[in-house]
């Protein structure tokens, strides 16, 4: 199956991939009674937007530990990139572990619409003149500092707050990170490369698209999964790959095109790459 995958995606003209929440890992995560605890507290103090950012220092700290579990996930999305490289693609991606940014896609072909840790906006949203701005390397260091401290409190039973990045330059009110769990999400972080997308969209149409989505699960399903259902039933030269441990099935449109496979993405991709 995995080298009628891989024809199938030298063939075509274009790669559309969806990557999912099977690449957030969090399963793996709330094993760990820390993280839970701190995911715990970021919600009950409002600060949501935190997530991303505990999410991606556990996934670390694991792979330093040398857990394979974990580096297996930046493993696989590099051996994506490295496959694709010679492909027209776009992918779309609903993690906000930022790891995909790291993996080696080409520029521009990567759209986020959940965000994550690499920009940081206004608490008042789009309703606040200033947009989303990347975060400095000094700023990352800081939050990250900021999670290791109350990793080390932990202990302690009163909920104790993390600080906020700093404040908004316009209005005053506090900077947080530009993601879907911030109160008042701003999507200026990510519009812009969204259009490029909707537009390489519309240059698929009767051209042999290949639609490889993979892990993507219910979270976020008009993100992902209900629109390249529709292009992959609109596309007569589509083909359309499905991976996921549970939620494998093809509608009943797309079962003459479609390939559905029953097995996590992470581990499929590692066969495949
Ligand atoms: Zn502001």
Redesign the pocket.
């Known amino acids: 199956m995995e080298q009628r995958i891989r024809e199938i995606i030298q063939d075509s003209d274009m790669v559309l991939v969806g990557i999912g929440e099977e690449f957030e890992g969090v399963r793996q995560l709330k094993q760990i009674p820390e993280y839970v605890r701190l995911i715990e507290e970021a919600e009950a103090t409002g600060k949501d937007w935190m997530i991303p950012a505990i999410n991606r220092y556990f996934a670390d700290r694991e792979i330093k530990k040398g857990q394979d579990a974990f580096a297996q996930i930046p493993n696989v999305l590099a051996g994506l990139a490295e496959l694709l490289q010679d492909k027209n693609y776009f992918m779309v991606t609903v993690t906000t572990n930022d790891y995909v940014w790291d993996a080696g896609f080409k520029e521009g072909r990567v759209v986020a619409p959940c965000g994550g840790s690499r920009k940081k906006q206004?608490?008042?949203g789009k309703d606040?003149?200033?947009p989303p701005q990347p975060i400095s390397q000094k700023e990352w260091e800081q939050l990250q500092g900021e999670i290791s401290n109350r990793i080390d409190k932990i202990q302690e039973s009163n909920v104790c707050e993390m600080d906020y990045i700093n404040n908004?330059?316009?209005?005053?009110?506090p900077m947080v990170l530009n993601n879907i769990f911030a109160e008042n999400y701003d999507e200026r972080g990510y519009l812009d490369t969204w259009q490029i997308y909707t537009k390489w969209l519309q240059g698929t149409l009767n051209r042999k698209l290949c639609i490889l989505e993979l892990g993507v699960g219910m979270q976020y399903p008009s993100v992902i999964r209900f629109p390249f259902e529709k292009i992959g039933y609109f596309n007569q030269k589509a083909n359309f790959i499905r991976v996921n441990k549970n939620l494998y099935q093809l509608t009943e449109e797309l079962k003459e095109k479609g390939i559905s496979i029953s097995e996590n993405a992470v581990d499929w991709l590692t066969s495949l790459c």
């Open positions: 206004c608490a008042g606040c003149e200033v908004c330059p316009q209005c005053n009110r």
